[in-house]
């Protein structure tokens, strides 16, 4: 027997308007909660650290390579056009000035970094996303300590730009690696709950 709600329940998943919200809505979420986790500091050794990248790790792995790059891209237009959304905003500056400064190098390597991750890391096990995000780090350590020396004596990019954060970045990376592969474990039960329970 043909279900005969089968086509009014399917009709809005292919509504362009309604997907575009969605998606629109999925962006904005995401810009939220990087500017949330930008402004949020845990202290740590041997520097406080943000969660920053836990968040874009998070996005890239969850919504793939099209969203994760939109919200960054999303975050970055916003920064750009003065809104504080950047860690040290406003303290440190605002806006395009704030982009060409001593991190703005890290930023535009999580852009890479959220294109790259989301491509590769979804489907993946823990050990895999892991693997994905550290390799997804080369970037944004790469631009970051390139854009960092222009402000800082070469001798010292390393270690004021790498070294204090390399510890930090792993366990949100792996922390993001575990979590997902939870999720992802939940989700696979609940069918079969209820199939047990039908």
Known sequence: MVNPVSHATSAPLNNPVLAGAKYCLMVVLGVALITAS???????????????????????????????????LAYLAAGA????????TPERGIGIAYMMG??????????IAAGFVGALARG?????????????????YLL?????????ASEKVVALGFTP???GDTIKIALVALGGAA?????????????DAA
């Open 38 to 72: 930008a402004k949020t500091t845990v202290p740590f050794w041997p520097v406080p650290m943000t969660l920053q990248t836990m968040a874009i790790m998070a996005i890239a792995v969850a919504t793939g390579p099209r969203i994760a790059v939109a919200t960054m």
């Open 102 to 111: 001593p991190t703005g190098g890290y930023l535009a390597g999580y852009l």
């Open 165 to 167: 954060f390399i510890l």
């Open 81 to 88: 056009t003065g809104l504080p959304v950047f860690a040290g």
């Open 183 to 195: 999720i992802t474990r939940l989700t696979k039960r609940k069918p079969s709950n209820r199939a």
């Open 124 to 140: 993946r096990g823990a050990v895999g996303r892991f693997v994905v995000m550290m390799a997804g780090m080369v970037p944004v």
């Open 144 to 152: 970051g300590l390139a854009g960092l020396s222009g402000f800082v």
